[in-house]
């Protein structure tokens, strides 16, 4: 009587498209949004500064000679373009040592992150000092 073939190739072809679209949504992927923030990727970034620099007894030798400037220079070349940063030397009694500012900028923003490391200077007479290191993105 009737002719059900017509229908029949209809929802055939609906029912391959849907397989067709279902197998492209579920094999692309999905952006998913970053897992690190950027003040954990600064504080990062910090902590591994200060321990490169330590490691090979850098930073206790420039602290200790107060070589200020110097130090300046070495954040500078070891800091990647865009990265804001104050770092302070305090002594064992937690006194500011370091007479001028060692900065890239007069400030850094809301979203300021600190490290803080415990250099120890390998001469003779050891001393201990605290350096913190701000960093910050520009606003």
Sequence with gaps: MFDNKGQIRIIEAFLAVSVMF???VFTTPMPTPPTHDRQTDLRKLGMQVLLSLDNNGTLGRLIEN???S???QTLDLTLPKGV???LTVYDENMQE???QEIANTSQL???A???QYLCVTQSADVRFY???LLLGWPS
């Design 22 to 24: 279902s197998a492209i």
């Design 66 to 68: 107060k070589d200020w």
């Design 113 to 115: 992150v600190m490290a």
């Design 130 to 132: 605290t350096v913190r």
């Design 84 to 86: 804001l940063y104050n």
């Design 70 to 72: 110097g130090l300046r």
């Design 97 to 99: 040592i370091n007479g």
């Design 109 to 111: 923003g809301q979203e």
